[in-house]
């Protein structure tokens, strides 16, 4: 049996780790917990209406809410994991005309997005009574994934197929046929690695004289605990850096912020909070009820490349290496995606591989040897 280690136990690698083949592999995920993105998520599935000309980031995009379906079978995830609960998108008239023509034409490759509805305030405020009354595009294929119980329900499926998590920093060791891995307490050997850290790509790949096209960012985003009726309501993308996603449980999540110079820092700051709440209050009937429920803050770092278009596959001149990153600020939507077009590629590993070509450009655009 062969080994695959995967560094990095956020949305892509626990993913990987649960599509990869179990009669063929034995399987470790080695993972810090530190900055981790997906638990500090939003939890936004909803690509269709971005206007990012990137078109093969849309495909994959695209694709990736397309596979949510298949997704919630394969793990049995219930509603407080996912939920197709609808998108409200809240937008002067003009450009909710224009949203939903742009709807419209991408439900002809896309019938994932659903019923496509121009709503009035009155009938906003009825499907999610937190807002001012104000015109909305609904779109009900939409939906909310809550990150943290994602990772927590894979993780425990993960380890009924015995896959083996360590709870460390690691680092790579180069050695000619095997991948050695370092972490405090481990030294260890693997044929296959795959390296999903997010922006820690840089870290592990620059002592093997690479240099990697990431960068940091940091987001922060307000966890409210409340009472309220939450299970039906719908996600309100708002205008600005906005959003509000409700749970099933009463909780309500308002965010976030892109913070481009902060790096790795993940203290909770009161600006961002203040930012959030300025930012989001605005579209509010009762901005103060809201406001005195418990709250926590959460503190992620997305991983972004410099034409904002994630990567993933085989590390250019190396054997049996694997990387996927910079998924910005839609790795919840794309992430589960990847991981198993890449457990697909390793599972089959003698068989025709598969192309990502339609979805990304070649990793040597983002992955280069320093001269
Ligand atoms: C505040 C916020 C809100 C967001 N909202 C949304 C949203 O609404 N919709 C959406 O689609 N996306 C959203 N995103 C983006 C999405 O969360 C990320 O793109 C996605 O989770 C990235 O997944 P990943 O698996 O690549 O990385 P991560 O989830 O960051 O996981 C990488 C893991 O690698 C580990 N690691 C790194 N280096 C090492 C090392 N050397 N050794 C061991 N472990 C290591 C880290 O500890 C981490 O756990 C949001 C992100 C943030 C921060």
């Given at each position: 049996m062969k080994k695959v280690m995967i560094i990095g136990g956020g949305i892509i690698g626990l993913t990987l780790a649960n599509y990869l083949d179990k009669t063929k592999f034995d399987v470790t995920v080695i993972d810090s917990l530190?900055?981790?993105?997906?638990?500090?998520?939003?939890?936004?599935?909803?690509?269709?209406?971005?206007?990012?000309?990137?078109?093969?980031?849309?495909?994959?995009?695209?694709d990736g809410a397309a596979f949510f379906p298949k997704?919630?079978?394969?793990f049995a995830l219930d509603e407080s994991i996912y939920a197709p609960c609808g998108t409200l998108v809240v937008r002067p008239e003009k450009a909710l005309q224009e949203l939903a023509e742009l709807a419209e034409n991408r439900r002809k490759e896309a019938p994932g997005i659903g019923e496509i509805d121009l709503l009035t305030g009155s009938q906003t405020k009825e499907v999610l009574p937190l807002l001012k009354e104000m015109p909305s595009l609904r779109i009900t294929g939409g939906g909310r994934l809550d990150g943290?119980?994602?990772?927590?329900?894979?993780?425990?499926?993960?380890?009924?197929?015995?896959?083996?998590?360590?709870?460390?920093?690691?680092?790579?060791?180069?050695?000619?046929?095997?991948?050695?891995?370092?972490?405090?307490?481990?030294f260890l050997e693997t044929e296959i690695l795959c390296l999903t850290a997010g922006p820690g790509l840089l870290d592990l790949l620059s002592p093997l004289g690479y240099q990697v096209d990431i960068r940091p960012?940091?987001?922060?985003?307000?966890?409210?605990?409340?009472?309220?009726?939450?299970?039906?309501?719908?996600?309100?993308?708002?205008?600005g850096e906005g959003d509000l996603i409700p749970f099933s449980n009463g909780q309500i999540l308002l965010?976030?912020?892109h913070e481009n110079d902060a790096g790795w820092d993940l203290?909770?700051?009161?600006a961002a909070q203040q930012q959030l709440m300025?930012?989001?209050?605005?579209?509010?009937?009762?901005?103060?009820?809201?406001?005195?429920?418990?709250?926590?803050?959460?503190?992620?770092?997305?991983?972004y490349t410099s034409d904002f278009a994630p990567f993933f596959g085989e590390v250019p001149d190396e054997t049996n290496l694997f990387a996927?990153?910079?998924?910005?600020?839609?790795?919840?939507?794309?992430?589960?995606?990847?991981?198993?077009?890449?457990?697909?590629?390793?599972?089959?590993?003698?068989?025709?591989?598969?192309?990502?070509?339609c979805y990304t450009k070649p990793m040597t655009e983002y992955i280069k040897k320093r001269l």
């Open positions: 530190i900055g981790q993105a997906t638990s500090a998520s939003a939890g936004i599935i909803s690509p269709w209406l971005s206007k990012r000309r990137n078109k093969k980031w849309y495909q994959l995009a695209q997704l919630v079978r394969d943290q119980a994602y990772l927590a329900h894979l993780k425990a499926n993960a380890q009924q197929q015995q896959v083996t998590f360590i709870e460390e920093k690691a680092e790579i060791v180069r050695t000619d046929n095997h991948w050695q891995i370092k972490t405090k307490d481990h960012q940091k987001g922060q985003l307000l966890s409210f605990a409340t009472n309220l009726p939450t299970n039906s309501w719908p996600v309100a993308m708002l205008e965010g976030a912020t203290t909770p700051t009161e300025t930012g989001i209050g605005a579209f509010l009937e009762d901005p103060e009820a809201l406001f005195a429920a418990p709250m926590t803050m959460r503190v992620g770092t997305r991983a996927a990153s910079g998924l910005g600020s839609s790795g919840l939507t794309t992430g589960p995606y990847i991981g198993y077009l890449l457990a697909n590629r390793i599972n089959e590993v003698h068989a025709q591989p598969t192309d990502f070509s």
